[in-house]
T-cell receptor, first 111, second 116 residues
């Protein structure tokens, strides 16, 4: 059964710092990988989607990479801002279109 | 702009009540999903649907049922609510049939359900 792990569970950084969030998974037979952002008490916002045939995707200050062979993905956030404070979730797409989620990394960016 | 709307943000019900959670999407998506989110357990899939009148069990379907009579609407039903069903419920939708696994899921804002 696919398991998704996100480390660290929480991270606090000063504003302006570049940072990396990690996601690891046990089964490399995935269809895609999505990174989401969730603000407290809110729903999920999709940030980046990487198909299984791709190595990375970029959107603004965000860059996500995928290495299926090692079972890893990273989300790189450049020049972090207080508005980036949220919980970041990694989710793997299964064959039926469902998502298998990690438990998230809670990011706090201090002014 | 994509939109997934959940009918209630907060809901308080009593044990044993029948509860309906409604989700509507305006993107003509084929696929719709219900998840619940609990501290320490993350998001878990309850049920999903590929098409009208179709439904598939997810990882934790016990105590729940679903209904999809129209393409845009997917309802989650708690037949007899229990306190262990107190949770945040999230609905999502995505495009595609043959390529359903490849597309972004769009989420609603969530319904926080408390069962007393």
């Amino acid at each position: 059964k696919q398991e998704v792990t996100q480390i660290p569970a929480a991270l606090s950084v000063p504003e302006g710092e570049n940072l990396v969030l990690n996601c690891s998974f046990t089964d490399s037979a995935i269809y895609n990988l999505q990174w989401f952002r969730q603000d407290p008490g809110k729903g999920l916002t999709s940030l980046l989607l990487i198909q299984s045939s791709q190595r990375e995707q970029t959107s603004g200050r965000l860059n996500a990479s995928l290495d299926k062979s090692s079972g890893r993905s990273t989300l790189y956030i450049a020049a972090s801002q207080p508005g980036d404070s949220a919980t970041y979730l990694c989710a793997l797409g299964g064959s039926q279109g469902n998502l298998i989620f990690g438990k998230g990394t809670k990011l706090s960016v201090k002014p | 702009d994509v939109k997934v709307t959940q009918s209630s943000r907060y809901l308080v019900k009593r044990t044993g009540e029948k509860v309906f959670l409604e989700c509507v999407q305006d993107m003509d998506h084929e696929n719709m999903f219900w998840y619940r989110q609990d501290p320490g357990l993350g998001l878990r899939l309850i049920y999903f649907s590929y098409d009208v009148k179709m439904k598939e069990k997810g990882d934790i379907p016990e105590g729940y049922s679903v209904s999809r009579e129209k393409k845009e609407r997917f309802s989650l039903i708690l037949e007899s609510a229990s306190t262990n069903q107190t949770s945040m419920y999230l609905c999502a939708s995505s495009w595609g049939q043959g390529a359903r696994a490849k597309n972004i899921q769009y989420f609603g804002a969530g319904t926080r359900l408390s069962v007393l």
